[in-house]
């Protein structure tokens, strides 16, 4: 028997998941945003179920982008940190990439390039750091980018983006902030525009524009800590299984696993999982992190190791060796999980490791 650790995902979900955000917004496109192997979850398996329903698919790098390409994918891709080098250009256009142009440098860069290689229809976006101060062009050189690549005749569509800091915390002022910083930029100048990830798509309206960028939530995940009305309208898309290995009694006064840091405090039935760090499940998740074996939740007990975790059986005498154990999914959220661990459902999705098999299933 092989060691059964299995992330289940639900292409139709994810289908499911891309509607709802569209239909916060009707009249925009949305980007699926399927970087990092769609968040884990297999960036080929789930742009060929979005395909012919997702207007354009957006990804960190030209490797995943050409990945896609190779798979057969034909929709749009925008590379939404642009190009590194120089020489990619020449990739972008053989493969119509959309990219994002986030500096002057790249502009300098991309002029020289268009120069020296005839082409047309580019399609770029132009990102504006509206505020979070990681990428894009200052609010007062707005004018002289977006001039100077209107000007180009390579250039047949030119979109203005930027990014939110903290969507994702509603009571804050900075996303108001960037919305201002964004409608002074854009005041004259006729533009599609794109500002709204996730958290964007689903709590600020009023920045949803023309085009969408949902990422976490087509997962069935949600950017927000403290929950979101918009939450129960999501369907998982992955639920991670494995299977109890090994059941003990173990004394009370005894410990469990490395560092003896779970001591029993009673007589304990422990049983041992085949899931740990190495197969991206955090070894941050604290003794008391949820797990639901045979519909019944449980708790870790002692640290998560490379290959393997503890629970408490200790009230679960129907559960034997070869039971199968949810660790996130249909019927325990991964937010919920990520916040036992300290972390976000996205380090948890996109830190699942090659040793996960991933099973896919469309209904
Ligand atoms: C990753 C990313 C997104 C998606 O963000 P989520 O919070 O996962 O929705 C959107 N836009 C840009 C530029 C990104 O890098």
């Not at 020296?116 to 399609?123: K, R, W």
């Not at 927000?224 to 129960?232: I, T, V």
Request: include cysteine; aromatic fraction near 6%.
């Amino acid at each position: 028997m092989a060691r059964n650790l299995r992330a289940e995902v639900n292409l139709a979900a994810i289908r499911h998941n891309y509607q709802l955000a569209k239909s916060q917004a009707k009249m925009a496109k949305a980007v699926a945003i399927i970087k990092a192997d769609a968040y884990g979850h297999g960036a080929v398996q789930v742009a060929k179920s979005l395909s012919g329903v997702a207007d354009a698919f957006g990804v960190a790098a030209i490797e995943e982008a050409l990945e896609l390409r190779e798979a057969g994918i034909e929709e749009p891709i925008l590379l939404l940190e642009g190009f590194f080098e120089t020489d990619e250009l020449k990739l972008i256009i053989q493969h119509r990439l959309w990219s994002a142009i986030h500096s002057l440098e790249q502009i300098d860069r991309l002029e020289a390039f268009l120069d020296a290689h005839p082409t047309e229809g580019l399609c770029l976006w132009l990102k504006v750091d509206s505020g979070m101060h990681r990428l894009g062009i200052h609010p007062a050189d707005f004018n002289q980018a977006w001039s100077r690549l209107q000007a180009r005749s390579e250039v047949a569509e030119l979109v203005v983006m930027s990014h939110f800091a903290c969507a994702d915390e509603p009571e804050r002022q900075d996303t108001y902030k960037q919305i201002e910083a964004m409608s002074r930029c854009l005041e004259g100048v006729d533009a599609k525009v794109s500002l709204s990830n996730s958290a964007g798509v689903m709590h600020w309206p009023q920045a949803h524009y023309d085009w969408l960028r949902p990422g976490i939530m087509l997962y069935g995940a949600s950017p927000f800590a403290d929950g979101h009305a918009l939450e129960a309208s999501q369907q998982p898309a992955m639920t991670l299984t494995t299977q109890v290995i090994a059941i003990r009694e173990v004394p009370a006064g005894d410990a469990v696993g490395y560092g003896a840091s779970f001591v029993c405090d009673v007589p304990m039935r422990i049983g041992t999982l085949a899931v740990g760090y190495a197969d991206g499940y955090s070894r941050h998740a604290p003794a008391g992190t949820p797990v639901v074996v045979n519909g019944q939740r449980t708790r870790i007990v002692g640290r998560v190791s490379m290959d393997m975790i503890t629970i408490d059986l200790t009230h679960h005498a129907d559960v034997q060796v070869g039971d199968s154990v949810e660790l996130w999914g249909e019927q325990l959220s991964i937010n919920e999980v990520a916040k036992y661990c300290n972390t976000i459902p996205y380090t948890l999705l996109s830190g699942l490791t090659r040793r996960v098999k991933r099973i896919y299933k469309d209904q």
